[in-house]
């Protein structure tokens, strides 16, 4: 099958095992880059839904990415986004293509290749709309996660300084590495990002300091620590960087520096600086 590479650059959000954070970095990543100024899309692949909440969309009564992904039609798509209620309060352009519990049918352990491709189909009518496409990924390698790779040029991946940290991490990497040589060779990964550091815990340290051994630069830097004012600004739908607070302006200061890794991979910040410039 023919496959159309997109121009936009698009980011999957991934950990193979849950609670570690995921949607919380996604939604970190999306309101820095909202901040920044860069046209965002943010795909909400994940079935509990959890970052289109965190972005102020109703679910109700609305196309979502179920639907997409039965029929990754041009109208379809369009009619699965909204705008994000961020918005309400400050310009930009940060819309989400709208999570749904049923995305668990396409759940399944073997897609077809032809299911694989559908969101790579999709986000092809509206990469002229974006310059960022964020993906929140389901905390699995069943088919919605390698759909979500097979449409991305990066993948980043989540973990915690835990006693499994290192296995999950190495587990998603070798996928990722499965799935560049067998469908995508554009994929790479970006790298893995810690979450919820407690940097007193010398536990915390050890499992941070076994990470960098094996995987070497791939760890990024900052490792992000813990913080109330994270899961504060989700639970409120709000974006961190308007959040109140030293402990949010920490946040939000390494999220800021975590995109800018992000878009020196790609052409992202020469259209954002040409954007800001334009304005």
């Known amino acids: 099958m023919k496959v159309t590479y997109l121009l936009v650059h698009v980011l999957s959000v991934s950990s193979l095992k849950g609670g570690v954070g995921k949607t ?3 939604l970190g990543l999306a309101s820095a880059a909202f901040a920044k100024g860069v046209r965002t899309l943010v795909v909400d692949l994940d079935p509990q839904s959890d970052v289109s909440t965190g972005m102020d969309i109703s679910l109700a009564g609305r196309l979502n990415v179920a639907d997409v992904l039965a029929s990754p039609k041009e109208k379809t798509v369009r009619q699965a986004i909204a705008p994000s209620g961020w918005t309400k309060t ?7 293509l709208i999570g749904s519990p049923s ?3 396409f759940d399944g352990p073997h897609p077809s290749i032809r ?7 999709a986000l092809a009518h509206v990469e002229d709309d974006y310059d960022l496409v964020l993906i929140d990924c389901a905390p699995s390698l069943n088919a919605l996660t390698r759909t979500a790779w097979a449409a991305s040029d990066r993948v980043v991946v989540v973990t915690e300084p835990g006693l499994f940290s290192v296995a999950a991490a190495d587990r998603a990497l070798r996928a990722i590495e ?3 040589r067998g469908l995508s060779p554009r994929l790479q990964p ?3 990002v810690v979450n919820r550091v ?6 915390h340290q050890f499992r941070i300091k076994e990470l960098r051994d094996m995987f070497g630069p791939l760890v990024l830097s900052p490792q992000l620590p ?5 899961q504060q600004a989700q639970g409120a739908a709000k974006p961190l960087h308007i959040w109140p607070g030293d402990s949010a302006q920490e946040m939000a200061s390494n999220f800021d520096q975590l995109l800018d890794r992000v878009l020196r991979t790609g052409r992202v910040g020469e259209y954002a600086d040409a954007a800001k410039a334009a304005r």
Do not use: Y
């Open 198 to 203: 407690r940097s007193q815990s010398m536990e």
């Open 226 to 230: 813990e913080r109330t004012s994270l």
């Open 190 to 192: 970006l790298g893995i």
């Open 103 to 105: 995305a668990i049918n």
């Open 115 to 121: 299911d694989i491709w559908k969101l790579e189909e």
């Open 24 to 26: 919380t970095v996604s």
């Open 178 to 180: 499965e799935i560049r």
């Open 90 to 96: 400050h310009p930009g352009t940060i819309d989400v």
